[in-house]
């Protein structure tokens, strides 16, 4: 599976929107992006994932570029609940739905 | 639906002790797995299982054994604790691919932390 690369943290004042972006230059063409949430050693909590679509649920958005090589999670109005570490995980189609982890990017959602 | 559930929610062990973590899921899903997260860190895969009577291993299974007997548990077992298991332990679970270009998402549970001294 693709390597990704997030940055380590980033602050967001609340009611903006937050933008979380993500390195997956390895990517292959049967690997899907994942973005699931950890808040505060929960166990992680999924969010969206996506293939090479635009993709938006209710909880937020992911844009993936053209070549697929990056992507972007957007929370649009984000709030105090929101702060939790993000992880961006791809996994291919094929291989039992493993995902291996990295060490995401805290989130800082500040009043 | 409960989820996915795991006990027990903490435990201290001994150098040497053994011990078994349950997890357990009522969304009838076939793939189920056990993670460990170390602080600071992400989530790393121990072992996985893609149905009843099935196991596999993952990035770091060294210390770790695993049984499936039935679809809707998956255990765990340290047979010797070592201080380097201190972690905390997380399973979930998945439907397999249901559907030709689908893929399928990972429930969690809460975790169980555990620590070896």
């Known amino acids: 599976d693709a390597k990704t690369t997030q940055p380590t943290s980033m602050d967001c004042a609340e009611g903006r929107a937050a933008n979380l972006p993500c390195n997956h230059s390895t990517i292959s063409g049967n690997e899907y992006v994942y973005w699931y949430r950890q808040i505060h050693s929960q166990g992680p909590q999924y969010i969206i994932h996506g293939l090479k679509n635009n993709e938006t649920n209710e909880m937020a958005s992911l844009i993936i570029t053209e070549d697929r090589k990056s992507s972007t999670l957007i929370l649009p109005h984000a709030t105090l609940r929101d702060t939790a570490v993000y992880y961006c995980?791809?996994?291919?189609?094929?291989?039992?739905?493993?995902?291996?982890f990295g060490s995401g990017t805290k989130l800082n959602v500040k009043p | 639906n409960a989820g996915v559930t795991q006990t027990p929610k903490f435990r201290v062990l001994k150098t040497g002790q053994s011990m078994t973590l349950l997890c357990a899921q009522d969304m009838n899903h076939e793939y189920m797995y056990w993670y460990r997260q170390d602080p600071g860190m992400g989530l790393r895969l121990i072992h996985y299982s893609v149905g009843e009577g099935t196991t596999a291993k993952g990035e770091v299974p060294d210390g770790y054994n695993v049984s499936r007997l039935k679809k809707q548990n998956f255990l765990l077992g340290l047979e010797s604790a070592a201080p380097s298991q201190t972690s905390v332990y997380f399973c979930?679970?998945?439907?397999?691919?249901?559907?030709?270009?689908?893929?399928?998402?990972?429930?969690f549970g809460p975790g169980t932390r555990l620590l070896v001294l």
């Open positions: 979930a679970s998945s439907y397999p691919r249901r559907a030709a270009g689908a893929q399928e998402t990972q429930y």
């Open positions: 995980i791809v996994s291919a189609l094929y291989n039992f739905n493993k995902f291996y």
